[in-house]
């Protein structure tokens, strides 16, 4: 003992004699902080006014005042006991503070981290911060000579115990005010680790129980995941189920849908976040009706309009499990979630996910005493997970999993609860939001970080094929089929319903984020994909060749509502031709400047010059202004360790910059090509210890094809590979010429704003990364210039550099489905199967566009010539008269959609992309008798019989002289109704 004193004496003296004036002025500034606690009590009022006044807020101020107080009470107790005299007394010294009370242990230090355990537990975004300040306070005293580090010592120990001891306090306290929703639930995916015939016969059965349990328990309820389809995929193996499942969902204690599918909200087009909705709802009405909650089990990030959207259905409120970051810690569980528009819902975000009361089920023959005894331990654990982030008394305990079975003793369990003082009850989504109240927090935009959950972004580029497949698919629907059969008069609808449906049974989250088993895509999606392309195709053919009329005439098809020029081929040459706004006229070729090639490798047409570089990159000029674009399409291949769900970089990188290709030049008609052919020598796959890249090369022949049109003013690449190598990424880097903190892609409805900088992501589950997901374009803009891309099916792009490049991935080869040993996320996400169709083995090809700009409005007609390029026109054969069906002036305003509605009226939707407020007067062929705006029921009132009643729409449109005008606000999305005379 009388060592560790004399220790102490020791570092008492070093400390406090050290004569250094910085460390004497910063200890009596601590000193200052820290009398009476002061500086603690402004940090904590803070916090409170942080939290608003819900009763989070509350736990600040409760356990800081508790944790603080009792601390320092214990400590100047424990003083009169032990009655150490100062160490200034002691060793007779002159210091900068000399208290006249005893010494052991210290009271400000005791106080400090009584508080800071406390702060650090309620408020974690102050955890770090507060910590230091406290540990800086307790250093303070030894410095300003106040206090022996024992001391300090032991008021740091007594701080914490007591601040440990405040927050078990508030626990208690606050225990019988909880409000405990628990809901039984199941989710259950059509394709993941196994096909869907498999998946659906483990599920017949496990619906079959739920049933038998909600006809002998009226007190049981059930919520199916917020999907219909799994309905109907049972129904089609025991129709007779259908009267049970009716009489369930109608009483309320079966809730189903709005959704048809869970999709992945961010890899398909808003208009299929439309039909999705639209299909569920009309599923879930022909039961009974559609649950009044917009519950999504596990998509992986959430588009910023979506509030809109919902709103545009009548649902005010939104329950999600994945997408938040840092703000998560302040908005709490509970929040508005405002789209662009302005457009709000309250959102629930499970920060626990969607299984955080899993616990409550037990093995189905457990006695009683056990049940009791198991869900009274685990009780405190379940609380405290959710009253960390909850501002009110309602805590939401979803008692489900992954194709979890209903457990029928879950009224047992909620008793349980309720013998614990917990106000708990066996409920559903809709009872648990009407108790919720206004929240105090709001977040603005998309939801796609993963602090608390893995946001899984790596599956935007995980079997690149199928988001290629899915988009000529919704294309296809979208500017093909529904108008052509809207300019028929409708009679299509119902081959248009089962094209839909089959496509939205591929965008179920699983199959199309390319993360299930290998034989469910090559097999299921595949033969989806083939039948609505077949289908698609067919019924555009033929409603085409209806409205162009009889005749052998060469027809050209437009499917955007402004006259373009586009490039088709005739008689084998591509030519120029003009084109209708959505219509059709006769194909002649027009003069649309020229396109020829200067010198090998270069070509140009009136407005740019395109020279290649015999490895595949090239750089753009553009002629009016001589701004000269960086390299484009240099390839860049990296080792990938990961799997489906997440990209982990494994070098070396492999570039194809200097390699040697051939390439050849060559002019037809009204385009210019320059095609290279080369070699990449790529690592053969992955070392057996799977950190690096094997030394073994494998050659894989690349062929890039950059093609520039007489009219066109941007660049049009394609690049096909011959895949022979496993585990690697291989991307076009896109140099943009500027730096930019902030970039714009395209997401559901409309452009959204990214850093270009990943936060920091401290203590996230999963480690931020600098790629994104677009539904087509890319723009990075600077002052003067900026470059704009435009990818066609590709869904996965990253900004390097502050915006300086932007990387496109073209494939990325993973032969796992899962794995546990990734340094990116903290956690597997589910089975680890091998997937060696993942490797996409053998020869593909990916497209992208290009078109760089200059000048302070150059943006917005480079997105616009992107468009135009990714909405290919369509020859055909008709009478060769011209039909132009609706126009639409240049501007803001785009066309999302044009189809039939159930009256027989046409169904337009209209996007205004901008940030401001706009005017677009819609022209048709046929003059406008009768518009009117709806909501996104399209006219469809009892669509899902949800009685909600609250509907947004857009403003009344202006109807004067057969032509009708539309307002939208900022980023509005307006759906109308016209007639046509």
Known sequence: MDGLLALDARLYLALATSGNAMASVLGLLLAAFATYGLGWWAIALLGVRARGSGRRAAAIAFTTAVGGSTAWLIAESLKMVVRRPRPFVTLQLDVLVQPVSFSFPSGD?????????????????????????????????????????????????????????????????????????????????????????????????????????????????FTFDGQTVALEDHLAVRPEDRPRIEAHVRSGRLQIGPWYVPTDLLLVSGESIVRNLQ????????????????????????????????????????????????????????????????????????????ANARALAGPAEEPPAALRARVRSRAPALVGGGARYADASPLLFMAGDDHSEAYPRLGEAVAALRATGLDARLSDLEEYVGALGVPHGTHAGEMVAGRYRPILRGVSSARTWVKQENARCERLLLERCEPLDALTGGRSGGDLRELWRA??????????????????????????FARVRAGGEALAERLAREIAGPGDVPVVWSFLPERRVAVVEVDGTPRAVSCAPLGVRALAPVAAGAVHSPADGIIENERLRVEVDPDGSFTVTELATGVRSGRLNELVDEGDRGDHYTFSYAGPTVAARGTAGRRLTTVRGDRATVTVELELALPVGLRADRLARSPERVVCPVRVEISLDAPGACADVTVTLDNRARDHRLRALCETGVRSPVHRATGAFGWVERASRPPSGRGWVERPTGDHCTLGLVEVAGRSKGLALGLDGLREYGVLGDGAQVAITLVRAVGWRSRGDL???????????????????????????????????????????????????????????????????????????????????????????????????????????????????????????????????????????????????????????ITLG
């Open 109 to 221: 230090t005791a106080l400090s981290f009584g508080a800071a355990t406390t702060l650090a537990m309620t408020w974690p975004a102050a955890r770090l911060p507060a910590l230091l300040v406290a540990t800086a306070v307790g250093v303070s005293r030894v410095v300003v000579g106040a206090h022996y580090p024992s001391d300090v010592l032991a008021g740091a120990l007594i701080g914490v115990a007591c601040g440990l001891a405040a927050q078990r306090l508030w626990a208690i306290v606050v225990w019988r005010r909880w409000r405990v929703f628990v809901v039984a639930h199941t989710h259950r995916d059509s394709e993941w680790y196994a096909r869907f015939a498999e998946l659906r016969t483990r599920a017949v059965p496990m619906v079959g129980r739920l049933l038998d349990l909600l006809d002998r328990d009226p007190a049981y309820r």
């Open 279 to 354: 299909e569920g709802l009309r599923v879930a009405g022909s039961f009974g009706r559609a649950a009044r909650v917009a519950y999504v089990a596990d998509p992986f990030g959430h588009p910023a309009q979506l509030p809109q959207v919902l709103r545009g259905f009548g649902y005010e409120d939104y329950l999600f499990a994945r997408g938040m970051g840092d703000d998560g810690e302040g908005l709490g569980s509970v929040f508005w979630w405002q789209a662009p528009s302005g457009d709000r819902v309250r959102a629930t975000h499970l920060t626990g996910h969607d």
């Open 503 to 528: 496509l939205l049974q591929n965008q179920s989250h699983d199959p199309s984020c390319g993360c299930s088993l290998d034989a469910a895509h090559d097999a299921d999606l595949a033969e989806r």
């Open 823 to 977: 340094r990116e996320r903290q956690r597997d996400v589910g089975p680890a199967l091998e997937t060696p169709s993942a490797q996409c083995l053998g020869a593909r090809a990916y497209r992208y566009v290009v078109a760089p700009f200059s000048g302070p409005a150059g943006s917005e007609p480079a997105a616009a010539e992107l468009r135009r390029a990714l909405s290919p026109v369509v020859v055909a054969r008709g009478d060769g008269v011209e039909r132009s069906f609706l126009e639409l002036p240049a501007g803001a305003i785009g066309l999302s959609s044009l189809r039939t509605a159930r009256d027989g009226a046409l169904a337009v939707r209209l996007v205004n992309a901008s940030g401001a407020p706009a005017t677009a007067g819609l022209g048709f062929a046929r003059p406008v008798v009768v518009a009117r705006s709806v909501d996104l029921r399209e006219g469809e009132t009892d669509l899902g019989n949800t009685g909600l009643d609250v509907l947004r729409t857009a403003e009344p449109p202006d109807l004067a002289g057969g032509r009708a005008t539309v307002r939208l606000a900022p980023y509005e999305i307006g759906t109308y109704l």
